[in-house]
C-alpha cells in the first residue's frame, strides 16, 4: 500500500536561511510524487510533481525537489527562505487516490 | 472566479445532528473528492467520484453519504453528528481519474460538533 512519511512535524528556520524538508514514501510502481502547501485557513496549494524524467524538478515560489528512488525520498528544498513561507507543507503520492503525508509546519523567524 | 468553491465555510452544530457540504468546480475536471483533514493536520480521502460515479470509497461510517448530481457538484451530508467528526474537510478537483494529476483544493469547511 501505498505511504508517505514526513519525519519532521515542526520546523523553524530564519528568514534567508536554506530549507529541506523530507518526505520518504511507499508505492509499488513508480510513483506520481507531489508537494503542496497550505496557508492558514486555506486549501492546499501545488508547489511541484514529480512523474518521470528529471529528478530534481521545480515548482512555484522557488521550491525544488529532488526524487531519490534509492532512498525513497522526495525532498523539498528552497535556497533562502521567505517570511511568507511560514505555513503547512505536506507531501503526498498516488495515482487515483492521493495520500498524504502527516504535514510539515514552518515557522519562519525574523 | 473561484475554481473550487464549499460552502459552507464554518459549521457549528449540536450532536446529532444532520448537516450537508456543498462543492461546485468550475474547471471542467471530471474527477472531484472529499478528504478530511484532522486536528492534528493529517489528511484523509474520504470519497471520488468521476463523472458522478463512485470509484472510491474510503472506510468512512455509512452516516457519510456523497451525492454528486453532475460532474461540477459533489455534497456530503453527514447523519447523526458525533463530536469525532469535528474536522475540515476538503473538496478537491482532478482531471481525469486524477491519474497522475494535480489536485485542486476548495478553502476547506470546517465542522464543529458540540
Known amino acids: 500500500a501505498q505511504s508517505v512519511t514526513q519525519p519532521d512535524i515542526h520546523i523553524t528556520v530564519s528568514e534567508g536561511a536554506s530549507l529541506e524538508l523530507r518526505c520518504n514514501y511507499s508505492?509499488?510502481?513508480?510513483?506520481?510524487l507531489f508537494w503542496y502547501v497550505q496557508s492558514p485557513g486555506q486549501g492546499l496549494q501545488l508547489l511541484l510533481k514529480y512523474f518521470s524524467g528529471d529528478t530534481l524538478v521545480q515548482g512555484i515560489k522557488g521550491f525544488e525537489a529532488e526524487f531519490k528512488r534509492s532512498q525513497s525520498s522526495f525532498n523539498l528544498r528552497k535556497p533562502s527562505v521567505h517570511w511568507s513561507d511560514a505555513a503547512e507543507y505536506f507531501c503526498?503520492?498516488?495515482?487515483?487516490?492521493?495520500?498524504f503525508g502527516a504535514g510539515t509546519r514552518l515557522t519562519v523567524k525574523p | 472566479d473561484t475554481a473550487v468553491s464549499q460552502t459552507p465555510k464554518y459549521l457549528v452544530t449540536q450532536m446529532g445532528n444532520d448537516k450537508s457540504i456543498k462543492c461546485e468546480q468550475n474547471?471542467?475536471?471530471?474527477?472531484m473528492y472529499w478528504y478530511k483533514q484532522d486536528s492534528k493536520k493529517f489528511l484523509k480521502i474520504m470519497f471520488s467520484?468521476?463523472?458522478?460515479?463512485?470509484?472510491i470509497n474510503e472506510t468512512v461510517p455509512n452516516r457519510f453519504s456523497p451525492k454528486s448530481p453532475d460532474k461540477a457538484h459533489l455534497n456530503l451530508h453527514i447523519n447523526s453528528l458525533e463530536l469525532g467528526d469535528s474536522a475540515v474537510y476538503f473538496c478537491a478537483s482532478s482531471r481525469g481519474q486524477g491519474i497522475g494529476g494535480e489536485l485542486f483544493f476548495g478553502e476547506g469547511s470546517r465542522l464543529t460538533v458540540l
Open positions: 508505492y509499488g510502481a513508480t510513483p506520481y
Open positions: 474547471l471542467g475536471h471530471d474527477t
Open positions: 503526498a503520492v498516488g495515482a487515483r487516490d492521493m495520500r
Open positions: 467520484y468521476n463523472n458522478k460515479e463512485l470509484i
